[in-house]
């Protein structure tokens, strides 16, 4: 089950020439770019580990594929690693886009939990099949 | 740029039956830049040619590969080896438009360090500052001035090799997005490479940067002088021509460098001389240097050997 989060999520894996592209479209805006990972595909997880800081000053996308082969050698197969574009300009400053270009091997996908409340009122979560073990080892 | 015309067989869809290779320079301003070169630079004829023979090759590359011949990106790491105030940082400058202009680095910076850069002073501090450093020169040229600095023999907590090894590693997988330059002392950098084969096996061009005669040091002091709105008058440029003579046999000279000081200090005596003679001064006046400038240099005395510090 292929998680759907962020830009072009729901597209086949990019390939490395149209990551190059898209972090070629953050520079040329302007935007930071940042890659971040985590092995908890929770929607609401919104806070993802960094990856070193954000490249506030590299104007090259050659500098951020050598980072992001860093980490993929370090996360691959692991977890979930995006790229995401933060526009610092005033009335912007926030992400502009985020997507995903590493999934693990496997992606089990969620679970519904159902809770029964007072009065036949039903509270519903999503729960991930991988978040039941513990981090590291859930792929 | 010896062939202007070459005739193709029937290799890609429709290509032209015949390129002119000339226009490729002139299309992607290539030449405007090695214009630039012929006219900024005074002498050094062998860099002059390696460069001409790197465009050449890099032009045609281009062709190739628009016909859809198998072209490999070419290694274009290059050592400069000279001494100091040959115009090796300049030149650097000049290849990384040149390279820029052809399409052979993306964005043509020229990120110039030296070994404080790319040194940590403890453990663990390296391999994040040389990383960030080549982060930077991504799609540009990298500059290392001596080089050899990098490895201190000597110190056996020196990490100087990480950087080394770090460096060699990019140099091998990253050509397509970095150019290095390193620039230095020829003898020592002899050195550096015997001790760092892979640095020497990874660099193709080895330029050496030849100490100027006394007349390319008189051009580049007029150039100078010319670009700062000054010029010598007749006298001056006979004086100044005997300072040259005097200068390059003193230690320490440091070739353009030393020729810049000298200058400065002509325009500083220039300058004192016309505010204690207290009277008008012409336009003129103020633009030419006359001999006292020159002469009254302490090169010319006997007595004193050395001339201190060129920095």
Known sequence: MRITQ????????????????????????????????????????????????????????????????????????????????????????????????????????????????????????????????????RY | ??????????????????????????????????????????????????????????????????????????????????NPGTGKTTVALKMAAILHKLGYVRKGHLVPVTRDDLVGQYIGHTAPKTKEILKRAMGGVLFIDEAYYLYRQENERDYGQEAIEIL??????????????????????????????????????????????GAELMAIAESMLAAQNYRFSVAAKAAFEAYIAARRQQPHFANARSIRNALDRARLRHANRHFEQAGPVSRDDLMTIDAPDVLTSRVFDLDQANEGPNK
Not at chain 2, 181 to 193: E, K, L, P
Request: proline share 6%.
């Open chain 2, 168 to 213: 060699l590693q990019v140099m091998e997988n990253q050509r397509d997005d970095l150019v290095v330059i390193v620039a230095g002392y020829a003898s020592r950098m002899d050195q550096f490479f015997q001790s760092n084969p892979g640095f020497r096996s990874r660099i193709a061009h080895h330029i050496d940067f030849p100490d100027y005669t």
């Open chain 2, 1 to 82: 740029m010896e062939k202007s015309e070459i005739v193709t067989g029937s290799l890609a869809a429709a290509p032209p039956d015949s390129i002119n290779l000339r226009r490729e320079l002139t299309e992607t301003h290539a030449q405007d830049v090695l214009e630039e070169l012929e006219h900024e630079l005074v002498g050094l004829a062998p860099v002059k040619t390696r460069i001409k023979q790197i465009v050449a090759l890099l032009a045609v590359d281009r062709v190739r590969r628009r016909l859809g011949l198998a072209s490999e990106t070419p290694t274009l790491h290059m050592s400069f080896t000279g």
């Open chain 1, 6 to 137: 962020g830009c072009f999520s729901f597209l086949p894996d990019l390939t490395d020439d149209q990551i190059r592209a898209q972090v070629q479209y953050c520079i040329d805006k302007g935007f930071a770019v940042n890659i971040e990972f985590t092995d908890d595909p929770h929607p609401r997880n919104t806070f993802w580990e960094m990856w070193d800081l954000p490249m506030f000053d590299i104007k090259d996308t050659g500098a951020v594929m050598l980072e992001l082969a860093a980490c993929r050698k370090a996360h691959a197969g692991r977890s979930y690693i995006r790229i995401s574009g933060f526009d610092s300009s005033p009335g912007w400053e926030s992400v502009r886009i985020s997507f995903l270009v590493h999934r693990p091997s496997e992606e089990p996908g969620f679970r519904l939990n159902r809770q029964e409340g007072p009065g036949r009122t039903m509270r519903y979560t999503t729960e991930a099949y991988s978040a039941g073990r513990p981090e590291g080892e």
